[in-house]
């Protein structure tokens, strides 16, 4: 078994598009749209096959958190670069770009070598090596 996607609801899905694919190199697939649901989707992809859908909706009262609160249930995801040097490298680059870095680049208590950064949807992404 493995995980095949994790779903990201955003209010802007070319935004949250580009993110993906300017600073993980993901690729988005064709969107899909169910206007009579208010429904719009798009699956982002990366080189070994992990996927993120990224969801837009008009129906539903999504609720609003906190950009970076922590929470129960699913709080972050991450993201592995393989190198400490790639993981220092976007951590700097993400932050001259004006996306919010929590923590790191470090090395955790139990052994990963990580930083925490915002999307701009608010989500919690840690780069790992």
């Known amino acids: 078994m493995r995980i095949d996607h994790i779903a990201l609801w955003t209010d802007d899905i070319d935004r949250c598009k580009a993110f993906y694919a300017t600073y993980f190199g993901a690729r988005a697939g064709r969107a899909y749209v169910n206007a009579k649901k208010g429904f719009e989707s798009c699956f982002l992809e990366f080189d070994n096959g992990s996927r993120i859908e990224i969801m837009k909706t008009t129906t539903l009262d999504v609720l609003e958190i906190e950009p970076g609160a922590e929470r ?40 990963y070598y990580e930083s925490v950064v915002l999307d701009p949807d608010g989500n919690r992404v840690e780069i790992t090596a």
């Open 72 to 111: 129960m249930g699913l709080t972050h995801f991450a993201i592995s670069l393989g190198t400490e040097q790639l993981v220092d490298d976007l951590t700097k680059r993400l932050k001259q770009d004006g996306y919010p870095v929590l923590g790191g680049p470090r090395r955790t208590g139990d052994g």
